[in-house]
């Protein structure tokens, strides 16, 4: 089993900042990738930012230039470093990864999610 736990959400003004955590941890043998999604309320789910292992990036036109997605390997840890956010930004923010395991001799990929962290901004 592999547990995703993030932190680092809140309530912010229109400007702020605020850098969001995600730790994968289990019976990892990869992490492919890893990434954010956000859903607003009555709003589909949405890629905001993803990692790949060897470091190309992705992001949403919508936060291109405000966000940067980072990983931190050893420690099998996601950060979304959040600038000049917007109020459009309010959603539940989730951390997604794709990770290779091993059990009872076999190998597997599937995805995971993280329970999610509501980040707000007000206007």
């Known amino acids: 089993q592999v547990q995703l736990v993030e932190s680092g959400g809140g309530l912010v003004q229109a400007g702020g900042s605020l850098r969001l955590s995600c730790a994968a941890s289990?019976?990892?043998?990869?992490?492919?990738?890893m990434g954010w999604y956000r859903q607003a309320p009555g709003k589909q789910r949405e890629l905001v930012a993803a990692i790949r292992s060897g470091g190309s990036t992705a992001y949403a036109d919508s936060v291109k230039g405000r966000f940067t997605i980072s990983r931190e390997n050893g420690k099998n840890t996601v950060f979304l470093q959040m600038n000049s956010l917007k109020p459009e930004d309010t959603a539940v923010y989730y951390c997604n990864a794709d990770v290779t395991y091993y059990s009872v001799g076999r190998r597997y990929t599937d995805d995971y999610w993280g329970q999610g962290t509501q980040v707000t901004v007000s206007s």
């Open positions: 289990g019976s990892i043998f990869s992490i492919n990738a």
